[in-house]
């Protein structure tokens, strides 16, 4: 086998490593388990989840900032779409979408207040 090979092997056995650190997520509302659509890929960081494809949901990067308790600590969440779709009901979810239509009826269009 040559370097080239050896490089490609490792680098394969490594990666498979890293991505046996993801695994499936609960839903933080619900409980109910968010799956990584294609793990057979075996391509997601474990500092990088958000980038990954997840089925039934969202994993995502939340981070505490000056006054929390958890100031500068950071943590991957999951929430499955049906919670989402019930807390953007119940007001405790915001799409951000609908805050830039109401920027955008207000005549805002950016920049400094």
Not at 87 to 99: N, V, Y
């Given at each position: 086998m040559n370097k080239f090979e050896q490089y490609k092997q490792l680098k394969e056995e490594l990666l498979g490593t890293i991505s046996e650190m993801v695994n499936t997520k609960k839903c933080i509302c619900c409980d109910k388990e968010i799956s990584l659509l294609m793990p057979?890929?075996?391509?997601?960081?474990?500092?990088k989840q958000e980038q990954s494809m997840w089925g039934n949901g969202i994993v995502n990067k939340i981070s505490g900032g000056y006054?929390?308790?958890?100031d500068l600590c950071e943590f991957y969440f999951g929430i499955c779409d049906e919670c989402i779709t019930?807390?953007?009901?119940?007001?405790?979810?915001?799409?951000?979408?609908?805050?830039k239509t109401n920027l955008r009826n207000i005549g805002y269009e950016g920049g400094m207040l």
């Open positions: 057979e890929i075996k391509s997601t960081h474990p500092l006054g929390s308790d958890y019930n807390k953007i009901r119940s007001g405790h979810l915001e799409d951000i979408r609908d805050i």
